[in-house]
């Protein structure tokens, strides 16, 4: 029963900058390479066989190969990488990013409620002069932690794009509610600008080419890396933002269903598994295993430690067993689905409550748990993004399980004197700095005064 898992370039990217062994250079990047950290040890934790796809540029992949020799780095043979890669810019092209008003609207929603982030498009005024921003709606513009550190993610995402070898051309399809002459970014521009004289250009804290860039790359990732996976009958580890993107997509078809699942395990109580089960087999389910990262830096003086430590955990009966239980459910036969989910399930919460016992930390900010949400059967699902986020996977058992970025980002946050440790063997570059973002106290979401207002286009 030997369980592959795939794991992306972008995470491993991550693990390289807080390990030392990359230069870090965005100083906010720091919380996001936690959570890939968390994504490499749980790789190695949950498989009998981690694999990645070699197809970063030279300069970066000689250095990362020696460095992650327990690793199998696959080439894709040339005519498969083009019709995957073809076929996930196809899907990511197809990602409108819509607008209404001045706030996103239509799926896209969905990501940032994923996200936990607020944003708005606004004028930024200067005397005179009025900048086009994308904003983040803050309660206090005094924490604004969590919102930097996903602005670290799109900046991640963006330099992954960059790192990678002869990445397919892909729009970034962009909609105003009311306006059809806009497609894209630069038509969304030109329109503000053409409609305001005042206009002197984008703000120089906005987020709005980051953001659309990263909603399309990450969708494009994320379906490249779920059809590499099925090609190899492994499951897929994505980074961060990726995992975003796919909860985004469960939450299009089934939003309550996932909010429901969720938020009931991120209460007090001792249950670590949810589930909605089909007659036909399908189901959701969100599961809270621990914040293996706390337990291992608890256990060790640096990152690069605990990812040894991870490798020798891998052999014990704790992780062998939830192993053999996840192999199970993406092996379940078509006879009597209902029963056979509701079955492994229940074995999954009992690993995962043994998990929960051994390995969850306990900090000043409460016991470390994350939580995931997974999807079985063969019925992916009727919505046109989740069916064809899993196209490769059609009439097929599979299991997939996204991690919550919002619930690690909170892990993260709460680390306490364990944070210092992860950072101990950070290097920074001679020009690392804290990029900032733009914010805008909530309250102010409907309101304009003399430093800025909403930005809303005419409809036609």
């Known amino acids: 029963m030997n369980r592959t898992v795939l794991i992306d370039n972008s995470t491993l990217s991550g693990v390289q900058r807080l390990t030392g062994e990359a230069q870090t250079l965005n100083l906010n990047n720091i919380d996001n390479d936690i959570l890939c950290l968390e994504k490499l040890v749980t790789a190695i934790l949950f498989s009998d ?74 004028w930024d005024v200067f005397v005179s002069s009025e900048y086009l921003t994308l904003t983040l709606l803050v309660q206090d513009t005094k924490a604004t932690q969590h919102e930097l550190a996903i602005d670290s993610v799109f900046r991640h995402e963006s330099a992954d794009a960059g790192a990678v070898t002869n990445p397919q051309e892909m729009a970034h399809p962009v909609s105003v509610e009311g306006r059809s002459d806009i497609s894209d970014i630069k038509d969304l521009v030109q329109a503000f600008r053409s409609g305001n004289s005042q206009y002197r250009g984008p703000g120089h804290k906005s987020l709005l080419q980051r953001i659309v860039f990263g909603y399309g790359w990450a969708a494009e990732r994320s379906h490249f890396y779920n059809a590499v996976a099925a090609i190899h009958n492994a499951d897929a580890y994505l980074a961060p933002l990726r995992d975003a993107f796919c909860e985004s997509c469960c939450r299009i078809e089934s939003r309550s269903q996932v909010n429901n699942l969720l938020e009931r395990l991120k209460s007090h109580s001792q249950e670590t598994l949810s589930k909605i089960v089909e007659a036909g087999g399908g189901a959701r389910f969100a599961v809270k295993l621990p914040f293996f990262t706390a337990y291992l830096i608890s256990q060790c ?91 490769s996977y059609e009439n097929k058992p599979f299991t997939r399980v996204f991690r919550n970025i919002a619930q690690d980002m909170l892990n993260v946050e709460k680390l306490g004197g364990l944070h210092e440790k992860l950072c101990s063997t950070i290097r920074e570059h001679k020009k690392a700095t804290y990029p900032q973002i733009a914010v805008t106290p909530k309250f102010m979401e409907d309101k304009e005064n003399e430093y800025g207002r909403p930005a809303e286009l005419r409809t036609e």
């Open 49 to 122: 066989r981690v694999i990645s796809v070699d197809d970063y540029k030279e300069k970066y992949r000689s250095e990362r190969l020696k460095r992650f020799g327990f690793v199998d780095f696959i080439k894709l043979d040339t005519e498969t990488a083009t019709v995957l890669s073809k076929n996930a810019a196809d899907f990511a092209s197809s990602m409108v990013f819509e607008f209404d008003g001045s706030k996103p609207a239509g799926d896209v929603v969905n990501f940032f409620e994923a996200l936990r982030i607020d944003p708005q498009l606004r």
């Open 301 to 391: 003086d640096n990152p690069a430690q605990c990812i040894e430590k991870a490798l020798e955990l891998r052999s014990s009966k704790d992780f062998k067993g939830c192993r053999t239980v996840l192999y199970n459910l993406e092996n379940a036969k078509q006879q009597d689905k209902h029963k056979e989910i509701n079955q492994i399930l229940g074995y999954l919460e009992q690993s995962a409550d043994a998990l929960m016992k051994t390995y969850a930390v306990t900090t000043d900010g409460g016991k470390q748990f994350s939580l995931s949400l997974g999807l079985t059967g063969p019925s992916i699902g009727t919505s046109f993004k989740l069916s064809n986020l899993f196209s």
